[in-house]
C-alpha cells in the first residue's frame, strides 16, 4: 500500500493504492471518473484508452504507480465548458457510437493518433485504432469521424 | 413474437394515476385517463385505448421536454427514436428534448407482452401508434389550455416547436404546464397527417449523443452509491457444481476485503474496490462437487444432436406431403450443418448494483427485461413487489444478455445481498462474462432437398437438434408447444419460400450449459442452413442465385422488392473484381426483410469482406441515420460469429475467456457497407436484430464461388483452416 500522487486532467490527486493496483482501477474505484471503461482487463479491446503525456495508454495495464509524474487525461479532460474537441465533435457530426461504450477508448486513441499524425491515411488509423474494440459494428463510422477530425486539425 | 402489435389493452386507472412523475420545480401535468386515437391517415382503431400521457412526458420550466422511454437503450438508439414519435406528435420544440430511462411500472408495459421489456426488434413496432396517441393527446391538452386562458376556439390555434399559435399571439408549452396540469386528456385525438412530419424520419442526432462522447453516459458498471462495496463471485468452472468446500483465509487477508460470503454454488468477495475484490476471489480455495457432466465437450454434443437427427423430433412444419413426394425427387441435395455456442461478449460485461435495506431494495443495471427482474427479485428477498425500485442505466450492447430469463446476474446479487446487509455492486470480470454461459445454443440441421426435373425444390426434409432457449423458466410453457420452440425453428418452418412440400422437425435436448436468446435468436442459424442450401439448389439448377429467390418467393411482396432493391443498388449479376466473388442472402425477421450482397476475397485461406450492399424492408424509418447503423451493426456482430465465433467446451467447461480465445472483428476488417430501404409507410418493424442472419450466408455463397467448398460448419475460421 503506498500514496501516489498523481496528474489526471490537470487535477492532483493524492491516492493510498496497492502497488500493483491498475490506473483503471484507481481512475475509476477511487477517483470516481468512470467514462475511462473496463472492457477485458488485457489490453485487447483499448476500452480503458487514457493518454499518458499525450500518447495512448491502456489503463488497465499499468500499474497507478508507473504514472506517477505523467501528465493524465481521460475522456472527461477533453471537454471544456461544453465546448468538445475537434475529435469528440468528429464522433458527434458522424454518428460514430451506439452503445457507446468503447466510445471514450476510440476517443482517446484518435486523439493520440492526429496528435503524433496530421494526416493519417487508412493504414495508419487501423494501426492506431485496431486495439480498440466495438461490438456495436460502428468502426466505418469511426474510420470517418477520424478522417472528419483530420481534415479540421490541418485546417 | 412475430406479430403486429395492435392497439393496447385499457390501462386501469389506478395502474397510472399511481404513476403520475412530480419532480421538484417541474410541472407536470396530471390526468384521470386516455382517449382514443384516430389517425389522419387511417380508419379509426378498433378498441378504446386508455394512454396516460403524464407518465411519458414531462414539461420543466426552461422548456425542456423530458420523455420517459420505457425501453433499455443498449446502443440501438430508441432513446432517440421513441422521443422522436413522441416530439412529432406533440410538436415540442427537439432540440430542447431529453430523454430518461423509464421506472418500472404497468403503464409502461410492452403493448405486446404485457410486461415492460426490450427485445425481439420490436420496440418501435409496439410503441408507434401508442407514442403518436400519447404525443397527439399532450399537444391537445397543451392547445386547450391555451385556448382556454384567450378565450377562443382550439380550432382557431395551431402549435410549433413547443408553442401554441393564434391572433393574441403565442403561449410556450412550459408557460402552459400548470394549467394543462388541470386538465383530462382528451377522449379522441387527431394523428398528424406524415406528409407532415418534420421529426420522424429525419436523421435527427442521437440524444444520447453528447453524454456518450465525454464519459458522462452512466452504464450499470459505472453505477456509484454511497457505502457501496465491489463484489466479485467465484462461479462454478461446470455449470450447476456445487461449493463443496472454501478456505478463505486468505481471500479475507487481502487489504481491502471486507468480508467473504460462501452461498450454496458460488462465493462471493465483497471489497473497498474491484481490484481487492479481484485479488480477493484469486486467494479463495474452492472445492466443486462433481455433476456428472465433467465429460461433456463440444465433440460429445455433436454426437448427441447426430444421434437425435437420425429420426425426426417433433413437427413444426408439415406442408404437403414430404415423405412421399422426397421419392419422386429427381435429385436429393442432403447437408448437415454445425453451429457452435455463441457468447454475447458485449463491450461491458455483466453487472448488477443492489442497495437492500432488509424493507426496501434497489437494483440498478441495464436491464431488458425490468418487471421479471424487478418481480423476481421481490420474491427471494420476500419483499412487496411495490418496495423494490429497478434502475435502468444504459447499456454497454446487450443483444439479448441482459435479457435473462431467469435474471440470472439479479438472482444472484439478491442471494448475495441477503447475507451482505450491505450495499454493493456486482462486477463480472471479462472472463466471468466470457465464461458465464447462456450462450447462443450449439445446433444441428440435417436438411435433405428433393429436386424435380427442373431442378427446383419440391420436396424438403429439414431436421434441427438444439436447446430451447426458454427452457428452465416460465417462458417455457408460454412458448413450446408440443416439443417445438418457435425460436428453435423459426426461419425455416413457415418459410416464404415456396415449396410445396416441407417437413420441418425439432429434436430438443437438455444440456447443463445455459442458454439464451442471442441477436436474432433461431435466425443465427436457419438463415444459413436456409441461404446456403438456396444457393446450392440454384448452382445445381444452373440458375442465378437471385432469379431463382424471385422465382420461389412469388407472392412474397416485400421480399421481392428487397431483392429488386438489391439488383438495383448493387453489383450483383456483373462481374465480381479480379479474385473476389459476390454472395447474396435474404433473410426474414422480427418481421423485417433483409437482404444482403457481399464481395469476398480468399486471404490465406479465409474468407476477407470487402463491401456489403444491404437492402431491408421496416416499414416506415423513423431515423435513417440510425436505421443504417442497425443493419451496418448487425453485419459486423453477424461477420465477428461467422469469422471467429465459437464457444467450446471441454471436460465440461466453456473455454473462451477474454478477446484473445474469443477473437471479434476488428477495425481492419470492416467491410464498407451501403444500406438501402424500401419506401415504406408500413408501421415500423424491426431492425436491432434483422441485419445479422443474412451476413454468414451470403459470405458462404460467396466462398463457395472462389473455392468450390461448401462450409457447413461454423466459424470459418475452423472449417477453411
Redesign the interface.
Known amino acids: ?1 503506498g500514496e501516489l500522487v498523481l496528474n489526471v486532467n490537470g487535477k492532483t490527486h493524492k491516492v493510498n ?2 502497488e500493483e ?2 490506473l483503471l ?1 484507481v481512475l ?3 477517483l ?11 489490453g ?2 483499448g ?1 480503458c484508452t487514457v493518454l499518458m503525456d499525450g500518447a495512448a495508454t491502456r489503463s488497465c495495464s499499468i500499474p497507478a504507480a508507473a504514472t506517477a509524474g505523467a501528465k493524465i487525461t ?3 479532460g ?2 471544456v465548458n461544453g465546448r ?1 474537441t475537434v475529435v ?1 465533435q468528429a ?2 457530426d458522424e ?1 460514430a ?8 477508448g476510440m ?1 482517446m486513441s484518435a486523439t493520440s493518433l492526429l496528435r503524433d499524425m496530421k494526416k493519417p491515411n487508412d493504414e495508419q ?2 494501426g492506431a ?2 486495439g ?12 470517418a469521424a477520424i478522417h472528419e477530425a483530420a481534415k479540421t486539425v490541418r485546417g | 413474437m412475430h406479430k403486429d402489435f395492435e392497439l393496447p389493452q385499457q390501462v386501469s386507472r389506478r395502474a397510472f394515476l399511481q404513476t403520475s412523475l412530480v419532480t421538484g420545480g417541474a410541472l407536470v401535468f396530471a390526468f384521470h385517463f386516455g382517449g382514443r386515437a384516430v389517425a389522419a391517415d387511417a380508419a379509426p382503431p378498433k378498441s378504446v385505448v386508455k394512454y396516460p400521457p403524464a407518465s411519458f412526458i414531462r414539461v420543466e420550466p426552461d422548456g425542456t421536454t423530458v420523455f420517459q422511454i420505457n425501453k433499455l ?5 430508441v432513446n432517440t427514436s421513441m422521443a422522436q414519435i413522441l416530439a412529432e406528435e406533440m410538436d415540442c420544440d427537439w432540440s430542447k428534448v431529453r430523454s430518461e430511462s423509464a421506472p418500472v411500472n404497468a403503464v409502461f408495459n410492452h403493448t405486446g407482452f404485457g410486461t415492460q421489456m426490450t427485445g425481439g426488434s420490436s420496440a418501435l413496432n409496439s410503441s408507434y401508434e401508442q407514442h403518436r396517441t400519447i404525443g397527439a393527446m399532450a399537444r391537445a391538452m397543451f392547445v386547450q389550455a391555451a385556448a382556454e386562458k384567450w378565450e377562443v376556439p382550439t380550432s382557431s390555434l395551431h402549435t410549433e416547436n413547443g408553442f401554441v399559435l393564434g391572433s393574441k399571439g403565442k403561449l410556450s408549452y412550459a408557460e402552459l404546464a400548470p394549467a394543462v396540469a388541470l386538465l383530462s386528456p382528451p377522449e379522441t385525438v387527431l394523428l398528424k397527417d406524415p406528409k407532415k412530419f418534420k421529426i420522424i424520419g429525419k436523421s435527427v ?2 440524444v ?12 450499470g ?2 453505477v ?1 452509491i454511497p457505502g457501496m462495496l ?1 463484489c466479485v463471485v467465484a462461479r462454478a468452472p461446470v455449470f450447476g457444481a456445487k461449493v463443496k468446500s472454501v478456505n478463505d483465509t486468505a481471500a479475507k487477508a487481502v ?2 476485503v471486507k468480508m467473504v460470503l460462501a452461498l450454496p454454488d458460488r462465493v462471493a468477495v465483497l471489497a473497498s ?4 475484490a479481484r485479488m480477493g476471489r484469486d486467494a479463495l480455495q474452492v472445492d466443486w462437487e462433481k455433476t456428472g457432466k465433467e465429460g461433456v465437450s463440444s465433440a460429445s454434443i455433436l454426437k448427441e444432436y447426430q444421434e437425435a437427427a437420425k429420426t425426426p423430433g417433433a413437427v413444426a412444419e408439415d406442408k404437403g406431403d414430404t415423405a412421399n413426394e422426397m421419392g419422386k425427387a429427381k435429385k436429393k441435395i442432403e447437408a448437415e450443418y454445425v453451429f457452435p455456442y455463441l457468447a454475447h ?5 455483466m453487472n448488477c448494483t443492489i442497495n437492500f435495506d432488509g424493507q426496501t431494495c434497489e437494483i440498478w443495471s441495464g436491464h431488458q427485461m425490468p418487471t421479471i427482474d424487478r418481480d423476481t427479485a421481490a420474491t427471494m428477498l420476500g419483499l412487496d413487489k411495490e418496495r423494490v425500485q429497478v434502475h435502468t442505466t ?4 446487450s ?1 439479448g444478455r441482459r435479457a435473462n430469463k431467469n435474471s440470472d446476474y439479479v438472482v444472484e446479487a439478491c442471494m448475495i445481498a441477503l447475507k451482505a446487509k450491505t450495499p454493493f455492486k456486482v ?1 463480472w ?2 472472463e466471468d462474462d466470457m465464461k458465464g454461459g447462456y450462450y447462443r445454443p450449439f445446433t444441428y440441421h440435417k436438411a435433405v432437398v428433393g429436386l424435380d426435373a427442373k431442378g427446383m425444390p419440391h420436396a424438403w426434409d429439414h431436421r434441427i437438434v438444439g436447446q430451447s432457449v426458454v427452457g428452465d423458466s416460465f417462458f417455457e410453457k408460454m412458448m413450446v408447444k408440443n416439443g417445438v420452440d418457435p425460436t428453435c425453428v423459426e426461419g425455416v418452418a413457415g418459410s416464404h419460400y415456396n415449396v410445396p412440400n416441407r417437413f420441418v422437425t425439432l429434436a430438443l435436448q437438455k444440456q447443463h450449459v445455459p442458454v439464451l436468446w442471442w441477436r436474432s435468436v433461431g435466425h443465427t442459424h436457419t438463415a444459413y442452413a436456409m441461404e446456403t442450401l438456396m444457393d446450392e439448389i440454384a448452382h445445381n439448377a444452373k440458375k442465378d442465385p437471385l432469379a431463382l429467390r424471385l422465382e420461389l418467393l412469388k407472392g412474397s411482396p416485400r421480399h421481392v422488392a428487397v431483392l429488386k432493391l438489391l439488383k438495383k443498388v448493387s453489383p450483383w449479376g456483373k462481374p465480381a473484381p479480379k479474385g473476389r466473388a459476390y454472395g447474396l442472402a435474404i433473410q426474414e425477421s422480427f418481421n423485417s426483410v433483409v437482404g444482403q450482397v457481399v464481395e469476398v476475397s480468399m486471404s490465406d485461406g479465409q474468407p476477407r469482406v470487402h463491401r456489403v450492399w444491404a437492402a431491408a424492408h421496416v416499414g416506415r424509418v423513423v431515423n435513417p ?2 436505421a443504417k ?1 442497425q443493419l ?6 453477424g461477420l ?1 460469429a461467422a469469422l471467429y465465433g465459437k464457444v467450446d467446451i471441454a471436460d465440461g467447461v466453456p473455454t473462451a475467456n ?3 480465445d474469443y477473437p ?5 476488417e ?1 467491410p ?2 451501403h444500406s438501402f430501404f424500401v419506401d415504406s409507410e408500413d408501421k415500423p418493424t424491426g431492425l436491432g436484430e434483422p441485419g445479422v442472419p443474412p451476413l454468414a450466408p451470403a459470405v458462404a455463397n460467396a466462398v463457395f464461388r472462389l473455392t468450390k467448398k461448401r462450409v457447413r460448419t461454423l466459424p470459418f475460421k475452423d472449417s477453411l483452416a
Open positions: 500500500m493504492a496497492p493496483e491498475t482501477s475509476r474505484n477511487r470516481n471518473l468512470t467514462g475511462t471503461k473496463y472492457g477485458c482487463g488485457e485487447q479491446c476500452a481521460t475522456i472527461e477533453l471537454e468538445l469528440q464522433f458527434l454518428g457510437f451506439q452503445c457507446g461504450y468503447c466510445t471514450s476517443i488509423i487501423l485504432m485496431n480498440n474494440v466495438c461490438r456495436c459494428g460502428t468502426y466505418p463510422r469511426i474510420r | 437503450e443498449m446502443g440501438q438508439g442526432e442521437r444520447d449523443a453528447f453524454d456518450k462522447s465525454t464519459g458522462k453516459a452512466k452504464f458498471l459505472d456509484q465491489y487489504s481491502g474496490n474491484t481490484h481487492a461478449a458485449c463491450m461491458e460485461p444504459y447499456a454497454g450492447g443483444f462486477v470480470t471479462r441515420e440510425g447503423t451496418e451493426g448487425g453485419i459486423l456482430f465477428s477474454n478477446f484473445n471479434v472483428v476488428r477495425m481492419n470492416a464498407v457497407i
